[in-house]
């Protein structure tokens, strides 16, 4: 039969060629026709391009050339990739080679060798083959007995790779015929392997084939081979003009995106459908997630030909994750993060809710706790926990991998979709979309992850559930996106097959594209050189690299009129890049990107002025200043805001995480009581506050471990330093401790507080002392503060309340030293003296502040910045203590 | 410089006759080492050299690319060159270890699949590694971890141990061979008791008896110290040593035997701390062991390798494996090196391990190395450039103006940390400038006050210079270096004040800043509204921008905000301000929105949403629009590996840990002041520098536990005898080596900062009176500066060579006069608002007929089973060998198809026969053409349907179409259904009309389980015209409206009364 090779440049009507042939064909009734690409995409866009020519056929007559050998390859399948992976990790561990003995267990290990077999089978040298003309390299024989490993379990388990079909397809093809096939087109293939190459020569036997090779890729090997099948090559005669080529600068790949946006927007305000207009990309990892969100802000709909991670998406994460707490044993933290995923719950109240109870319990384990804490036992969050809590009996299983895969087949049953929302848009409704896609690769998984263990012998679910996060780590996810009007994100190889009108190629700087390619660390260049003059066709590292030229090259040749290309200046480390050595051939004149922003969705009014003059809402702040503690003066004195956050709303952050929980306010509650009760009935010292840490530890379930005895020890030997310091003339005292007092300051305002510890000597002299948790530098500061509340009020609280006129008011402070520092009548511990008018003035200075806060004055204004550090609200009064360094404005 | 003809010694040093000599070359600041670099690598290759033979390492990934694209320039003509160069060696250290490791992946023992991490992933991992090291160490050894709890002076010794790691790693010893470290000798017993029995047996000739007395006391307490059980016990007789010198007699042997048992003694207490604390230092060496143990493990698990990990595994490779050092080795002629003076001691090992001798070339400056902090080690380079084959100084500078270079050695003379070297000025100027160099002296009443002062000082000479007649300096020429960032926002501020542009790059507070922290708490919001500091934070920001009686109200409203804000209801409306209300309304319904997304989409995305929906100010121009840009970026990639809960869980972790923050990307048009830390600014140039801030230094104390490769590991400790801190001996030693080193960093440091001057050069500082510190004194005393009173004056100096320079010195201790408002920064760019396209035609292109059908009975059905792919009910758990409805139904389709199946089963087999059996199926047997499984494409109005027809055939002159159906159903509820499937069969027939010509003549449903066979009557009904259909099919996906047709088929659907709002009954 004719065999023929069309060859031609891009743009030279290859494959405007194929179809015409095709439309022919059918148009005059002849259906022992076949097209054969490389893709599924090529083929479904094929299929739409015949069908809208009014066309109707059966869908086969177009497709892949996987597909099309799967009736003459029969059984066994082909072994799918996350399936190979796991047989080469067990072929790894049973070779057992000294050479791999240090990097046997390393994940990227199993993966480096099975895609090393996936490229040498897929250019048809199996381990036989391999092992004939193995090469002079250290790890050779090593990989060698992998591979032969590899290709036993394959054969035991039922499984075959690639080239092995295409073999046997060919041979039945070779054999039987091509059953009422008489012509067959094949268009866009770029490489093809020998085990390709075998079926287009069996083909050749039965039918007058056609094969279309680009002229890039028609090199000197692969024609060798085609002549020899005696293929005849004609030329096509087509030519398109070759499209106007910019090139733009941007300064980071943020710009980049941006940029292509603008110029996707302009093209669309011009009139040109987006579905017109091609992104092609080389280096994914960087450029699919900032294009995504640039193209998503910019309301450009866009559909990415690119793979996610299935172990990624939310429906997955949601599984597994309920797994991985089922088998935490319902570890509270882990649990509650797998529950968080369930989709009916993402605003919910009630999820939020319990939420935080769950983060002011941890850690903890075991559902039945985590029940108790439900408010509403009959809610749709304890339905969702006796949903999952269904898995927990997995546990004790032991089953067949096939009746595991099963199980977990059903674990779908615990994911319920959210209601979609009633105005969804497209980008959102994608989202659901997706869902479905994500748990039938779920299922998929679990069916491969059976089919790659030893199907014998009953397992625990332990080694199931290890295979199966595998196979659902390494297993892609592509969305199903048929939108018709979209600009197409493509990758370099993918977009081979493509041809649109305006083309994008962005991130061209070295390294990205072209990318680097480094040496096989199992053959290395010099072997497969050898390789290759054995008739094996692997690539080495350098023809990796001239196929990047190449891609390179189709790339630009893309778009039929107009080609931008562009490349970020600098990496997001402030790097400059290399611009792509590539583009040094074109000798294009960069352009600058122009800064652009959509337009905002709403407008900024200019910000509210900080204060409350709502009358009602101020009738409220006089009922809540009728009585103050000094400290809410001091705070408000500190800073109007502090007291409107702390005292007014009273904000409540998140609970803290259990190591923060012994927090410095927790530290002075601890020692406040220790020494309460100390004073009340004297003990050992260090074994009343050991009594009372580990009340309060387990109280407020403060873990054990380092941090929480590194504190303990430091408040233990504080206390111990205070109890043996004989500053304080302690027995020459009668001590009352925890004294609480409240009165008037005048008819609206009463001034209420708790007062540590009075000292009464016998002479009748009374000392108010107050104890400070805080280092003793901070305590001078607080001597230093002439306008402070606390030891005033304290002594007008003792005069009034006690009934005793106070020598004297000190601050204890406990931490690292003994030190007090204070005010008194008598000279005393190098205390001041009381100073003139203080109480007066401080009674003076509280009813003004007070009639501050009932004007409604809340601004912040710190009256010392370095106290802002420690305040509660200091992310919310938008006064920035620290200026950020990071980068400054640019008026 | 690349038209200046080279010096001679530029020529010496690009000369490759010498190439087979070890070289070194002496590069002084601004002498052109890059171009004689590149250069050299030129005459290597026109020399013949293969450029792959050749391996080139530069100090950062910047240089490296600096290199390459200085080399294609130089070969663009040479095409096979070029295309060598691609795959040439030049890269940084790093680069280099890393392609080395994965070439040699299995070699190496390292995943052959590893990425490097980068320095927040491995702070990340060795935070977590730390913590759980030492949990685990207090697990096992509960009191022993007390021990040394109590022992440390500094009980957080955690994150001074992961610094001593990485310097261990970085002086490339093993934790073995620093476990077996001995201390350094310090006052030893034998020593202590030889003094004193030699001071006891004094016959003490001539003393007075009250002398004699005194030296008994000074024996007998000394002896005491002696004669203690622990340490500790002797730590505390020393405590109670009193040994007054003063009441022996003086100038005697007896009195100086004294003097030396007192300096005995004072040296004494870092050996007993050494010996007291000896079991809890090793186990400071145990945490370290296990930390390495579970940082490795860590870093196994996440594929990673850390910076320092690629040098070891490097280093291991080539040691353990002869061949690989042998192939390495043979592989390169020459290793050409930048910046040698920055080596640490593991790099130097691996530079050992891959140059073969004499084919070695380094380039370095001694007195640039400016790393310690990063342990680089310029001893190696000392060594090497002493023992060098050839060496080659380039002491001519091309950057900067002769008395800028005056004015450096001027400073230098005095520093002893620097080499001397000559700076020969080479580059000529057009202009002259009678002044080139100044001094600001800043006064204050407080040092804060005069740093302020100094800011504006430095503002104002700063646009004085771009006002400057004759000059073009303009803001981006200019560069302001600061050894400390905590004064970076004095100059801010002012700079602000002033209107000078600036950009800031390597500071901390990060997470501070006003724009990031709304960002961050907008994400902690979403992840749960209840966080009230957080909701707080993003409703008074531009976000929402409600009022604070609003917040107040919200307050009074519940028990938490976040719940009283989701539960917003028009009830509470008069409780608000209108536009309160509206506000707070529109942001619940944001909120909802971003929340149900929150789990599906990256954060960047979340948050560009946000900030667009609220107007947010974010553009370039606005107040930190490069921070969020950066915060952004990180959210990005984090998005890839992390939920949101982590992620927040995260952001509060680093924003404790308040890190410095590497640089955002440079805007390219942003004409700005440079403001930058000395070592950011290496290797940069600038025509006007500010060094400022001379008088502030950094914190050179060492941490609780230290590291040094000559002395290994130490760490200060409770004295138990005073509670007081005192080193051990190793600490002792490391202090006094570190004090030596960094002084002399620290000259280096400055003599860098000032020769990145080119044309003018400006030393500023602060004080208030008090001494001067760091750099300021040095200076000061070295340019003989009068600061008592304010004064602007021309000195001339000179420098060490005799030659004069002049020097315009201003103290002032006042702010400068009209400082602000002068704002000559031009206009930024307009940024363009776009209005968002409309986006139409996003109906999908293709559809299956079954889909069609659907839609035609009920969109909403349609649309939540198969456009979203929603599952109803629950699916039932198969048992094992059980096959589902579906696929049930696809072995019946197929066993009609006539293919084959294996291990059918029965129940199918039997359905296939009834099929068989009943009047179609003999008429298809009978008929003269038959199509079975017709799996067709067809558009209809741009949509391509795809169907598949059981059967169809022409028979007795009748096409004939038929479909079969498995579900189980009685014969009456087939009928029921039978209307369902008329639209599908319609299509079918438009279908096999398009094939065959010819209008179909009948179609049949048959209903296998109950046997029943219906007919469907292919006219078309007015409402269910299939184009008319398709089109209302594209219409609503177009839309994405679906609306529900509630009829009897609800109770059918899966739908009902849960995914669909339906109330049907
Ligand atoms: S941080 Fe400072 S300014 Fe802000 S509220 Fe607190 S005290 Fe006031």
Redesign the pocket.
């Known amino acids: 039969m004719p065999v023929r090779l069309l060859t031609g440049p891009a743009g030279s009507g290859k494959t405007a060629f194929v179809v015409e042939r095709l439309i022919e064909a059918l148009r005059s009734n002849r259906y022992g026709v076949q097209l054969l690409v490389p893709t599924a995409t090529l083929a479904e866009h094929l299929q739409n391009r015949v069908a809208r020519e009014g066309l109707v056929f059966r869908r086969h007559l177009i497709q892949t050339l996987s597909g099309f050998i799967d009736r003459w390859a029969g059984d066994p399948p082909q072994v799918a990739d996350a399936v190979l992976y796991l047989i080469v990790e067990e072929a790894v561990a049973r070779a057992n080679r000294p050479e791999f003995r240090r990097v046997a267990g390393l994940p990227g290990f199993s993966a480096a060798v099975a895609r090393t077999i996936g490229e040498f089978s897929a250019a048809g040298c199996d381990s036989r083959r391999l092992g004939e003309h193995l090469p002079d390299s250290p790890l050779g024989a090593a990989f060698l007995s992998v591979y032969r490993e590899t290709d036993r379990i394959l054969k035991r388990q039922g499984w075959a790779l690639r080239a092995e079909r295409l073999e046997r397809a060919a041979a039945r093809i070779r054999n039987e015929g091509t059953g009422g096939i008489e012509t067959v087109w094949l268009d866009g293939f770029h490489a093809l392997p020998d085990p390709e190459l075998a079926v287009i020569e069996a083909l050749g036997d039965h039918a007058d084939v056609t094969l279309t090779l680009g002229d890039t890729d028609a090199g000197e090997a692969l024609r060798g081979r085609l002549w020899a099948m005696g293929f005849e090559e004609e030329r096509a005669a087509g030519h398109r003009e070759a499209p106007e080529l910019t090139l733009v600068r941007a300064s980071g790949i943020e710009r980049e995106a941006e940029e292509i946006a603008r110029r996707i927007v302009d093209e669309a305000a011009a009139g040109r459908p987006f579905r017109e207009i091609g992104i092609i990309i080389r280096a994914a990892e960087t450029y699919v997630p900032v294009l995504r969100a640039t193209l998503e802000r910019f309301a450009i709909p866009a559909r990415f030909y690119f793979d996610s991670e299935l172990g990624r998406h939310a429906a997955v994460r949601f599984l597994t994750s309920t797994v991985d707490a089922m088998l935490s044993g319902w570890d509270h933290a882990t649990t509650l993060a797998a529950l968080r995923l369930a989709p009916r719950f993402a605003d919910s109240p009630a999820m939020d809710r319990f939420d935080f109870r769950v983060g002011e319990l941890a850690p903890d384990s075991g559902l039945g706790g985590l029940k108790a804490l439900l408010e509403d036992v009959e809610g749709p969050l304890a339905h969702l926990i006796d949903s999952v809590a269904t898995i927990e009996e997995w546990r004790s299983f032991e089953m067949q991998p096939a009746d595991w895969a099963l199980r977990f087949r059903s674990l779908r049953n615990l994911f319920r979709a959210a209601r979609p929302p009633e105005r969804a848009d497209h980008e959102l409704a994608l989202l659901w979309r997706g869902q479905s896609t994500a748990l039938d690769l779920f299922d998929q998984a679990a069916s491969e992850a059976a089919q790659a263990l030893d199907p014998e012998g009953p397992l625990g679910i332990g080694e199931f559930w290890r295979a199966l996060k595998s196979v659902v780590r390494l297993k892609p996810l592509r969305l199903e996106d048929g939108r018709r009007n979209v600009v197409h994100i493509l990758s370099a190889p993918e977009a081979r097959q493509w041809v649109l009108p305006v083309v994008f190629v962005c991130g061209l700087v070295e390294g990205q594209f072209p990318q680097f390619h480094l040496e096989d660390p199992f053959f290395p260049d010099a072997a497969r050189t050898s390789l290759q003059a054995a008739g094996i066709r692997v690539r080495t590292a350098r023809e990796f690299e001239s196929e990047e030229r190449a891609l390179f090259d189709s790339a630009i040749t893309r778009a039929t009129e107009q080609a931008t290309l562009s490349y970020p200046e600098f990496d997001a480390g402030g790097e400059g890049n290399l611009p792509s050595l590539f583009l040094e051939g074109l000798a294009l004149e960069a352009e600058e990107t122009c800064p652009v922003r959509p337009q905002p969705r709403s407008v900024l009014t200019a910000p509210p002025p900080p204060v409350i003059h709502e009358p009602q809402l101020l009738a409220t702040l006089r009922l809540k200043t009728t009585r103050l503690a000094p400290t809410a003066l001091e705070s408000y004195q500190?800073?109007?805001?502090?007291y409107?956050?702390s005292h007014l709303l009273r904000l409540q952050p998140r609970p803290a995480r259990p190591e923060e929980r012994l927090d410095f306010r927790a530290q002075g509650k601890i020692v406040h009581a220790v020494l309460a009760a100390w004073y009340r009935s004297p003990e050992e010292i260090g074994a009343l506050f050991d009594r009372i840490f580990e009340e309060s530890r387990e109280q407020n379930r403060i873990p054990t471990g380092y941090h929480t005895e590194r504190l303990r020890q430091a408040m233990r030997d504080d206390l111990e330093r205070f109890a043996a310091d004989a500053t304080w003339p302690r027995l020459n005292f009668r001590s009352r401790m925890e004294e609480k007092f409240e009165f008037p300051l005048n008819e609206s305002l009463r001034i209420a507080g708790r007062i540590d510890r009075v000292d009464t000597a016998a002479d009748g002299r009374t000392y108010i002392l107050d104890y400070k948790y805080s280092a003793a530098q901070r305590l001078k500061e607080m001597l230093k503060n002439g306008d402070q509340f606390q030891a005033p009020l304290y002594l007008m609280a003792a005069e009034k309340v006690l009934g005793a006129k106070p020598a004297g008011v000190f601050y204890v402070g406990l931490k690292g030293v003994v030190a007090y520092a204070g005010w008194s009548e008598a000279p005393f511990l190098e205390a001041d003296p009381i100073p003139e008018e203080w109480l007066a003035g401080a009674a003076r200075r509280a009813l003004h502040l007070v009639e501050e806060i009932r004007q409604g004055r809340i601004a912040?204004?710190?009256l010392n910045?370095r106290?802002?550090?420690l305040?509660?609200?200091?992310d919310?009064?938008?006064?920035e203590?620290i200026r950020p360094a990071a980068a400054g404005g640019i008026p | 410089m690349n038209d200046v003809p080279f010096t001679s010694n530029q020529l010496r040093a690009v000369d490759v006759s010498d190439r087979y000599l070890d070289t070194c070359v002496v590069a002084g600041p601004g002498s052109g080492k890059t171009t004689v670099l590149v250069e050299y690598f030129r005459r290597l290759v026109e020399d013949g050299v293969d450029p792959l033979r050749i391996l080139a390492i530069t100090f950062t990934e910047k240089a490296a690319g600096n290199m390459r694209k200085r080399l294609n320039e130089v070969f663009h003509q040479n095409t096979g060159t070029c295309a060598r160069l691609e795959r040439a060696w030049v890269s940084t250290l790093d680069g280099f270890c890393a392609r080395l490791l994965r070439e040699n992946s299995v070699v190496a023992g390292v995943d052959p699949e590893f990425a490097v991490a980068d320095e927040r992933e491995s702070w990340r991992l060795a935070q977590a590694s730390i913590a759980a090291a030492v949990t685990a160490v207090f697990e096992e050894h509960p009191a022993a971890m007390r021990a040394l709890i109590r022992g440390l002076s500094s009980a957080d010794f955690a994150q001074a141990l992961v610094s001593a790691y990485d310097a261990v790693r970085g002086a490339a010893m093993t934790l073995e061979a620093l476990a077996a470290k001995q201390p350094p000798i310090g006052a030893t017993f034998d020593e202590v008791e030889n003094t004193i029995v030699a001071l006891r047996d004094d016959p003490l000739a001539g003393w007075k008896p009250e002398q004699r007395l005194q030296r008994n006391l000074m024996v007998k307490e000394a002896e005491a110290i002696m004669e203690a059980h622990t340490p500790a016990d002797a730590l505390r007789a020393l405590d109670r040593y009193s040994g007054n010198l003063r009441k022996l007699k003086q100038a005697t042997r007896g009195y100086s035997l004294a003097e030396r048992l007192r300096d005995l003694l004072k040296e004494l207490p870092y050996t007993l701390i050494t010996e007291q604390y000896r079991r809890e230092r090793e186990l400071l060496v145990e945490v370290l062991r296990r930390f390495d143990l579970i940082y490795r493990k860590r870093k196994q698990q996440a594929g990673v390798l850390d910076f320092a990990d690629l040098e070891e595994h490097a280093v291991r490779l080539l040691e353990e494996s002869p061949q690989t050092r042998a192939r390495v080795e043979a592989q390169f002629d020459h290793v050409v090196m930048d910046e040698f003076q920055d080596t640490n001691g593991q790099q130097a090992r691996l530079l050992d391990l891959v140059r073969r001798p004499g084919r070695f070339y380094a380039v370095g400056d001694i007195n640039q190395s400016i790393y310690g902090f990063r342990h680089a080690e310029p001893e190696v380079f000392r060594q090497y450039r002493d023992q060098a084959g050839r060496r080659i100084e380039l002491t001519d500078n091309f950057r900067s103006r002769k008395e800028i270079l005056r004015a450096v050695q001027t400073v230098a003379k005095h520093a002893a940390g620097i080499e001397p070297h000559r700076l020969i000025a080479g580059r000529s100027f057009e202009q002259p400038r009678s002044v080139c160099v100044e001094a600001i002296a800043a006064g204050g009443l407080s040092l804060d006050e005069a740093l302020g002062n100094e800011a504006r000082l430095v503002a104002r000479r700063i646009l004085e210079l771009t006002e400057e007649t004759g000059s073009r300096f303009a803001f981006q020429d200019m560069a302001v270096l600061v050894r400390n960032t905590e004064v970076l926002s004095s100059f801010a501020n002012a700079f602000d004040e002033a209107g000078i542009p600036y950009v800031v790059n390597r500071g901390k507070g990060f997470y501070e800043g006003r724009e990031v922290n709304d960002l961050a708490h907008l994400l902690r919001t979403i992840a749960n509204p209840r966080d009230e500091i957080s909701l707080a934070v993003v409703l008074r920001s531009p976000l929402a921008q409600v009022s604070d009686e609003a917040l107040l109200e919200l307050r009074i409203l519940g028990e938490n905000m976040g719940t009283s804000l989701v539960g917003l209801s028009h009830d509470a409306r008069p409780q608000f301000e209108a536009e309160d209300f509206s506000k707070l309304s529109r942001f619940r319904d944001l909120l909802h929105g971003w929340r149900i997304r929150r789990e599906h989409v990256s954060f960047d995305r979340l948050l560009f949403a946000a900030l667009d929906d609220c107007g947010y100010p974010c553009e370039p121009g606005a107040r930190g629009w490069t921070n969020i840009e950066k915060f952004l970026a990180q959210a990005r990639r984090a998005a890839a590996r992390m939920s949101l809960d982590e992620f927040v869980e995260e952001l509060a972790l680093v924003r404790a840990s308040n890190p410095r923050e590497p640089d955002a990307p440079p805007e390219r048009s942003a004409n700005a002041v440079n403001v930058m830390t000395v070592h950011s600014a290496k290797g940069l140039e600038f025509p006007i520098v500010f060094v400022s801030a001379l008088h502030k230094g950094v914190d050179t104390n060492l941490p609780v536990v230290a590291f040094s490769r000559r002395f290994g590991l130490g760490a200060r400790w409770r004295n138990p005898a005073t509670g007081e801190d005192k080193d051990d001996l190793f600490q002792h030693a490391i202090r006094s080596e570190r004090k030596k080193q960094e002084d002399a960093e620290s000259d280096r440091l400055l003599y860098v900062a000032m020769t990145r001057a080119e044309q003018h050069l400006v030393l500023s500082f602060s004080h208030a009176g008090r001494k001067l510190g760091n750099w300021a004194k040095g200076v000061v005393n070295s340019l003989d500066l009068n600061l008592d009173s304010p004064r602007d004056e021309v000195l001339t100096r000179t420098a060490p060579d005799g030659q004069e320079w002049k020097l315009r010195l201003l103290v002032a201790d006042q702010p400068p006069l009209g400082l602000a408002g002068q704002v000559l920064v031009p206009a930024p760019e307009p940024v363009e608002r776009v209005a968002l396209p409309a986006a139409t035609g996003q109906q999908d292109t293709k559809a299956t007929v079954t889909a069609i059908a659907a839609f035609a009975k009920c969109p909403r059905e349609y649309y939540l089973r198969h456009y979203l792919g929603l599952e109803g009910r629950a699916r039932k758990l198969e048992a094992a060998g059980e096959l589902s409805a579906a696929e049930f139904g696809t072995q019946v389709h197929a066993l009609l198809a006539g293919s084959l199946v294996s291990n059918p089963d029965p129940e199918a087999l039997r359905l296939a026969d009834v099929f068989r059996q009943g009047p179609l199926g003999r008429r298809a047997e009978r008929a003269k053409r038959v199509e079975r499984e017709f799996d067709f494409l067809m558009a209809v109005d741009d949509v391509v349907l795809r169907g598949q027809v059981d059967l169809w055939f022409e028979e007795g002159g009748e096409l004939v179409i038929v479909d079969y159906k498995t579900d189980s159903v009685t014969p009456l509820e087939a009928h029921q259904r039978a209307g369902d499937y008329a639209l599908q069969l319609r299509l079918y027939a438009m279908a096999v009309e398009r094939v065959t010509g010819r209008t179909p003549d009948r179609a049949w449903l048959d209903f296998l389980r109950p046997n029943t066979v219906i007919e469907v009557d292919l006219a078309p009904s007015l409402v269910d015209v299939p184009e008319h259909v398709v089109h209302d099919f594209q219409q609503a996906q177009a839309r994405l409206e679906f609306p529900l047709v509630e009829a009897a088929h609800c109770h059918r659907c899966a739908f009902l009364h849960d995914l669909c709002p339906s109330a049907y009954r």
């Open positions: 500190q800073c109007p805001f502090q409107f956050g912040a204004a710190p910045t106290q802002c550090r305040c509660d609200s200091r919310v009064c938008r006064i203590v």
